[in-house]
């Protein structure tokens, strides 16, 4: 059962941006605190940004901070990243999950590579 899909991905020249965006079909999705986390090749899975229940609320892992907005819709079932002046080492597949990330199974993912 598909519970994410990811989309938005891309190739980009660095410092420009991509939306990326999520349909999550999970029980009580408006009640759950929300995430993107990215995988690049030959590295663990890790932790970009978090959003609220309501939206209200923002967490961001440092390296991301200022450059990446996480938001979400509860009307449909989606979250959104916005990620801005983009790196060569963002390159990575990208991927949404509760915040805890403990809802299997994952996604699939949508790629995004920066590269002149």
């Known amino acids: 059962q598909v519970k994410f899909m990811e989309s938005g991905g891309g190739l980009v020249q660095p410092g420009e941006s991509l939306r990326l965006a999520c349909g999550a079909s999970?029980?009580?999705?408006?009640?759950?605190?929300m995430g993107w986390f990215r995988q690049a090749p030959g590295k663990e899975r890790e932790f970009l940004a978090a959003?609220?229940?309501?939206?209200?609320?923002?967490h961001y892992e440092d390296f991301v901070k200022g450059r990446f907005t996480i938001s979400r819709d509860n009307a449909k079932n989606m979250i959104y990243l916005q990620m801005n002046s983009l790196k060569p080492e963002d390159t990575a597949v990208y991927f949404c999950?509760?915040?805890?990330?403990?809802?299997?199974?994952w996604g699939q993912g949508t790629q995004v590579t920066v590269s002149p």
């Open positions: 999950n509760t915040g805890s990330g403990n809802v299997t199974p």
């Open positions: 959003v609220s229940a309501r939206g209200d609320i923002t």
């Open positions: 999970i029980p009580s999705f408006h009640l759950s605190t």
